[in-house]
């Protein structure tokens, strides 16, 4: 085998030609190794690549009670450099106390209702037990007082407070009843009589008269006297007692 540069022609004929072709087959040998050393080396790369462990999976570690070594796939738990030790209890922070005093509530009084006011029935014309029986119904406390009156005896005449008067549960009512015994009168009519004849009409039908007036007109002297009119009008029915009034004009 002939040395690279030379030729059939003898080594003295072309020296440039065999310099020229012995840097040509350096530069290709040197292009093959780096050729080899790329691949070689990507082939290396991308295994280790595949079969190294993923830096973002955990490794199973067992870690000692003393903290002194860790042996791998030995404990369920992790090893994340940046994880809290399992034998450490995380603190919890507590709350602080309100620096703020709870006030205490306070319960008002509360007002009691105004009584319930109940308007006094109408018992005018019923007898003194059945008004006194609906006056209690209602509420009331019942006093009585006998009057004389023109109706029936033992009837009740009038109340006070008048019935529809409205008021609270348990006061009073007074019953004003007819007196037993009392009867009605009639007054007279009196027209073209003397005034010593109309007292003796009066005075017999029950009636009274004013005792001044009385006193005066009973002597004969006012006997020209003519009468005028009375009061009540004649007619008019009045209790038995009732004073009445008479005029006359005398002159």
Same mark, same amino acid.
């Given at each position: 085998?002939?040395?690279?540069?030379?030729?059939?022609?003898?080594?003295?004929?072309?020296?440039?030609?065999?310099?020229?072709?012995?840097?040509?087959?350096?530069?290709?040998?040197?292009?093959?190794?780096?050729?080899?050393?790329?691949?070689?080396?990507?082939?290396?790369?991308?295994?280790?690549?595949?079969?190294?462990?993923?830096?973002?999976?955990?490794?199973?570690?067992?870690?000692?009670?003393?903290?002194?070594?860790?042996?791998?796939?030995?404990?369920?738990?992790?090893?994340?450099?940046?994880?809290?030790?399992?034998?450490?209890?995380?603190?919890?922070?507590?709350?602080?106390?309100?620096?703020?005093?709870?006030?205490?509530?306070?319960?008002?009084?509360?007002?009691?209702?105004?009584?319930?006011?109940?308007?006094?029935?109408?018992?005018?014309?019923?007898?003194?037990?059945?008004?006194?029986?609906?006056?209690?119904?209602?509420?009331?406390?019942?006093?009585?007082? #006998?009057?004389?009156?023109? &109706? =029936?005896?033992?009837?009740? +005449? *009038?109340?006070?407070? !008048?019935?529809? $008067?409205?008021? /609270?549960?348990?006061?009073?009512?007074?019953?004003?009843?007819?007196?037993?015994?009392?009867?009605?009168?009639?007054?007279? #009519?009196?027209?073209?009589? &003397? =005034?010593?004849?109309?007292? +003796? *009409?009066?005075?017999? !039908?029950?009636? $009274?008269?004013? /005792?001044?007036?009385?006193?005066?007109?009973?002597?004969?002297?006012?006997?020209?006297?003519?009468?005028?009119?009375?009061?009540?009008?004649?007619?008019?029915?009045?209790?038995?007692?009732?004073?009445?009034?008479?005029?006359?004009?005398?002159?």
């Amino acid at each position: 085998m002939r040395p690279i540069g030379h030729s059939r022609y003898g080594s003295g004929r072309l020296p440039g030609i065999g310099r020229a072709v012995g840097a040509a087959g350096l530069l290709l040998a040197l292009s093959v190794a780096v050729g080899c050393a790329d691949g070689g080396g990507g082939k290396t790369a991308g295994a280790a690549a595949s079969t190294a462990p993923s830096t973002s999976e955990s490794v199973p570690v067992t870690v000692s009670p003393g903290g002194q070594g860790a042996s791998p796939g030995t404990a369920p738990s992790t090893w994340p450099a940046s994880a809290a030790s399992p034998s450490r209890t995380p603190k919890s922070t507590p709350t602080p106390l309100s620096s703020a005093k709870a006030t205490p509530a306070t319960t008002r009084p509360t007002a009691a209702p105004p009584p319930q006011r109940v308007p006094v029935p109408d018992v005018v014309g019923a007898t003194y037990d059945q008004a006194a029986a609906r006056l209690t119904a209602a509420g009331f406390t019942v006093a009585r007082t #006998d009057v004389v009156s023109t &109706r =029936p005896a033992g009837s009740v +005449t *009038a109340t006070n407070p !008048a019935s529809g $008067t409205q008021l /609270p549960g348990g006061a009073k009512v007074t019953v004003s009843v007819a007196k037993p015994g009392a009867t009605q009168a009639t007054m007279p #009519d009196l027209r073209g009589s &003397r =005034p010593r004849d109309a007292i +003796t *009409a009066v005075e017999a !039908a029950g009636l $009274t008269l004013d /005792p001044v007036w009385r006193a005066t007109y009973v002597d004969p002297y006012w006997d020209n006297c003519r009468f005028l009119y009375s009061t009540p009008p004649a007619g008019t029915a009045v209790a038995r007692g009732t004073q009445v009034s008479l005029q006359y004009g005398c002159g």
